[in-house]
Nanobody
Framework: QVQLAESGGGLVQAGGSLRLSCTAS????????MGWGRQAPKKARDLVAS???????NYVDSVKGRFTISRDNAKNTVDLLMNSLGPEDTGVYYC????????????????WGQGTQVTVSS
């Protein structure tokens, strides 16, 4: 019912920057929280950045000061600007959203995208 489409991953050298973007689509009535998760090889997925409908942001300590999350509520999009990237930031980045779908009836949803690969070379 809700699809999340990510873009912007790729290969970058250490110290470089990347911007990830995600658009939520489908029978959306409202999107509450949005965020980005990261899954490094052989590790569990962690939510590294999130943002509420009102714009309150939260980051894990390892990305604070380097990553910036933002959203456009009118377009149901969320971006993640990643600066000063290091090899430890390598992984698959997944977009996350939760909220309410409007069809066939109001129902809560929470969804993850398919992921986009980010590789940081040293």
């Amino acid at each position: 019912q809700v699809q999340l489409a990510e873009s912007g991953g790729g290969l970058v050298q250490a110290g470089g920057s990347l911007r990830l973007s995600c658009t939520a689509s489908g029978s959306i009535f409202a999107v509450n929280n949005m965020g980005w998760g990261r899954q490094a090889p052989k590790k569990a997925r962690d939510l590294v950045a999130s943002i509420t409908l009102g714009g309150i942001t939260n980051y894990v300590d390892s990305v604070k000061g380097r990553f910036t999350i933002s959203r456009d509520n009118a377009k149901n999009t969320v971006d993640l600007l990643m600066n000063s990237l290091g090899p430890e930031d390598t992984g698959v980045y997944y977009c996350y959203a939760d909220g309410v779908v409007g069809s066939p009836q109001l129902t809560d949803f929470s969804s993850w995208g398919q992921g986009t690969q980010v590789t940081v070379s040293s």
